[in-house]
């Protein structure tokens, strides 16, 4: 299995659960399985969806929309009560399962995490191992979880959003100029609504854009974040995964 991972590089997950507290919920209540859910704050007719199942996504419904008007799009809509107890406990529980597979497992959020498996080659491919992390979460806690592949955290991330719910993406570090750079810079993970304004008035549009553009200008602009995101841009991120991250 050692000839399928690079020989001086790294091997990254970046593990997502999907529309994860309302995921949380429908694993609580196996019941609402199939229907379509939305988690608020406030379940009166002024709240807010914070959680939106695929199948509430089907009728347009997506999260900070008023709950008024959720429901004016699918009348037969089932909002819970968000329960974040329940949310954090189950997230321990994946964190402690991915440990399990590798012990440099780093907690992004309350619903995703990073996993370097660059020395867990014994237990299969990255692929396999993807797979393995996919159904396992899916039949221990009914969490489904969409999972990056790649050579760091940044393009694993990237990657993990691509296929949404259940999707396994791998993103090689050859695939950034025919997959990364066509995107709209702001779809770079790290670069923020003011970051990505600032850029378009620089002229940087497009990832590939920033992948190219002057580091004179870049840092003048937006200091030394403006020379991470170009790296970050071009597929170099050594941040390692940080199991001690708070």
């Known amino acids: 299995m050692k000839s399928h991972y690079p020989k001086n590089g790294r091997v990254i997950l970046h593990i997502d659960c999907n529309?994860?507290?309302?995921?949380?919920?429908?694993?609580n209540d196996p019941s609402l399985e199939g229907k379509p859910v939305v988690v608020s704050g406030n379940t009166k007719r002024n709240g807010m969806a914070i959680a939106v199942?695929?199948?509430?996504?089907?009728?347009?419904?997506s999260t900070t929309m008023p709950l008024w008007e959720a429901k004016q799009k699918c009348p037969n809509l089932i909002v819970?009560?968000?329960?974040?107890?329940l949310y954090r406990e189950t997230s321990s529980q994946i964190f402690q399962y991915l440990s399990s597979i590798s012990?440099?497992?780093?907690?992004?959020s309350i619903d995703e995490a990073y996993l370097d498996i660059t020395d867990a080659w014994e237990l299969g491919t990255p692929m396999e191992i993807a797979e393995r992390i996919r159904t396992e979460v899916l039949e221990r806690f009914k969490i489904p979880?969409?999972?990056?592949?790649s050579t760091c955290k940044v393009l694993s991330k990237m990657a993990s959003d691509m296929q949404k719910p259940l999707g396994i993406t791998v993103l090689r570090k050859r695939d950034i100029p025919s997959v990364i750079w066509p995107l709209p810079v702001n779809e770079l993970h790290g670069c923020g609504k003011k970051t990505s304004e600032k850029m378009?008035?620089?002229g940087i549009y497009?990832?590939?854009d920033l992948a190219k553009a002057d580091n004179y200008k870049l840092e003048t602009t937006l200091g030394k974040n403006g020379l991470l995101l170009k790296n970050w841009a071009n597929g170099i991120d050594e941040r390692p995964v940080d199991k001690d991250a708070a």
């Open 19 to 27: 529309a994860y507290f309302a995921s949380v919920e429908i694993a």
């Open 53 to 61: 199942n695929y199948v509430a996504r089907e009728y347009g419904i």
């Open 80 to 85: 819970k009560q968000s329960q974040f107890d």
């Open 103 to 108: 012990p440099l497992m780093e907690p992004a």
């Open 145 to 149: 979880v969409s999972i990056g592949i």
């Open 200 to 202: 378009n008035n620089m």
């Open 206 to 208: 497009t990832i590939k």
